[in-house]
């Protein structure tokens, strides 16, 4: 069964911090771009970050500018993996986090079309 699974949300105070995990079965995600979104209540769906396939350091990773500096994403291809380290974290940064896969190995945006896996998301709020 192909699938994303999202896991490492919850409760932190403002100024905590969190790692997401994206966890794929079913198929690899050696050769595809991934990249994490998020949905404040009211909002509309927002890209975060992106990794590419091959990224080994900055080059083909992408932030949004309101997480620069604050949020890491990295990829483990032997456990089939993609994280999201979010430190520094804020109230405004409370969404339903999730992850995507892309059908290509460069990302290219955040347009839907350019993902075809979608895992279910996981809760991150942030409050004191």
């Known amino acids: 069964q192909v699938q994303l699974v999202e896991s490492g949300g919850g409760l932190v105070q403002p100024g905590g911090s969190l790692r997401l995990s994206c966890a794929a079965s079913?198929?690899?995600?050696?050769?595809?771009?991934v990249a994490w979104f998020r949905q404040a209540p009211g909002k509309e769906r927002e890209g975060v970050s992106c990794?590419?396939?091959?990224?080994?350091?900055?080059?083909?990773?992408y932030y949004e500018d309101s997480v620069k500096g604050r949020f890491t994403i990295s990829r483990d291809n032997a456990k089939n993996t993609v994280y999201l380290q979010m430190n520094s974290l804020r109230p405004e940064d409370t969404a339903v986090y999730s992850c995507?896969?892309?059908?290509?190995?460069?990302?290219?945006?955040?347009?839907?079309?350019?993902?075809?896996?979608w895992g279910q998301g996981t809760q991150v709020t942030v409050s004191s």
């Open positions: 990794i590419s396939s091959n990224s080994g350091s900055t080059y083909g990773i």
């Open positions: 079913g198929f690899t995600l050696d050769f595809a771009a």
């Open positions: 995507a896969s892309a059908n290509t190995e460069r990302c290219r945006g955040y347009e839907d079309h350019h993902y075809h896996y």
